[in-house]
Structures are given as structure tokens and as C-alpha cells.
């Protein structure tokens, strides 16, 4: 038991680590869309930015509360380069982070896409390509980690918020080992 509980703390402590370390692949590289998973501060205006630079042709973002519509979106943009006219989309469905990847692979098909660039806050980012790669398949997916500033290590908040993700990397991993067992369906 005392094996498990100091597995359990190191591997917290190697999670911190990791999404300290992380940082946004490729920045140069252009993808068909850029898509953005809502629930976190700054994620919306990293994925503004990223389309104001033409980092790809399309916004997708998932998860979007149904009383929120494009023009509300695009009020929130407050950078120098104009947003394109074209193509941002919205998906209202989605209010997990599970079903945020099933709601963009349903996008995808519809869309041919074969490349994205994924949006999402640095201690969400592991559990958000975990359930992406496990549902988007023949897809590119570059990962774009958001920091975000407002949590601090000396916060309470931050240790929540980390601590809560880890444990939820935790049991994703779990499932994900049983399903592949056969054990689970």
C-alpha cells in the first residue's frame, strides 16, 4: 500500500513536470484547422490568434455553450490582424473532454480534414491527446498547449486543478488499459 501511495505522489510529481515542460509543437507548421477545446482561460484567444496568422484555413471550436454563436466569438478578439471573414465553427455538443474528440472526429469526417492543430491548456493537453488518438484516427494532430498565467504554483487553485487532472490521466489510462484487455467495452 505504502508502494502504491509513493508511485501514486511520484507520478504527480512527474505530471507537474511534464506540463511545465510543454510547449507548442511545430508553431510554423500550417494545418487544415485549428481546434479548440472550450473550459479553460485563453484557450479561445490562442486559437483567434492562431487563425488571425493563417495557421490554417478553419477554426473549429468544441464545446461551446449552446447560447454562444460566432459573432460572440469573434467579439472576444482583441489582436491588431483582422480575423478572416470565413470559418469559424462552433460545436455545441460536447461537454467532456471525451466527447470533445468525438464531437471534432464527427467535424472531420464531414470535412476531409487531415491535419489539426489541438488547443488546450498545458495540464489538459495529456488527457486531450489520449482521447483524441483514440478517437480521431487518419488525422494529424499537433498539439498547442495554452499556459495559463492566472495559475500560479503558490495558488491553491493550481493544485486543484492539476491535482484533478492527474487523477482523471489516471483513470483514462485505466480504462483505456481495460478496453484494450477486452475487459471492458
Not at 43 to 70: C, M, N, W, Y
Request: aromatic share 10%; proline share 4%; charged share 25%.
Amino acid at each position: 500500500m505504502l508502494l502504491t501511495l509513493i508511485a501514486w505522489i511520484g507520478g504527480y510529481g512527474v505530471f507537474l513536470s511534464n506540463i511545465q515542460a510543454v510547449t507548442p509543437q511545430d508553431p510554423k507548421t500550417n494545418t487544415d484547422a485549428v481546434v479548440v477545446l472550450t473550459g479553460g482561460n485563453y484557450r479561445i484567444t490562442t486559437g483567434l490568434t492562431l487563425f488571425s496568422q493563417k495557421s490554417a484555413p478553419t477554426l473549429f471550436i468544441s464545446g461551446v455553450h449552446p447560447s454562444v454563436d460566432e459573432k460572440e466569438i469573434r467579439l472576444m478578439w482583441k489582436g491588431k490582424t483582422e480575423l478572416p471573414d470565413c470559418c469559424i465553427i462552433l460545436g455545441h455538443e460536447a461537454t467532456t473532454t471525451f466527447e470533445n474528440a468525438l464531437e471534432t472526429e464527427e467535424w472531420i469526417k464531414e470535412n476531409n480534414i487531415k491535419s489539426i492543430r489541438l488547443v488546450t491548456s498545458t495540464y489538459h493537453m495529456k488527457r486531450a491527446l489520449m482521447e483524441f488518438h483514440n478517437i480521431v484516427k487518419d488525422t494529424k494532430i499537433i498539439p498547442h498547449p495554452v499556459e495559463i498565467p492566472d495559475y500560479k504554483k503558490e495558488d491553491l487553485l493550481f493544485w486543484k486543478i492539476t491535482f484533478d487532472e492527474y487523477n482523471k490521466v489516471l483513470y483514462r489510462t485505466g480504462i483505456f488499459y481495460l478496453e484494450r484487455q477486452g475487459i471492458l467495452k
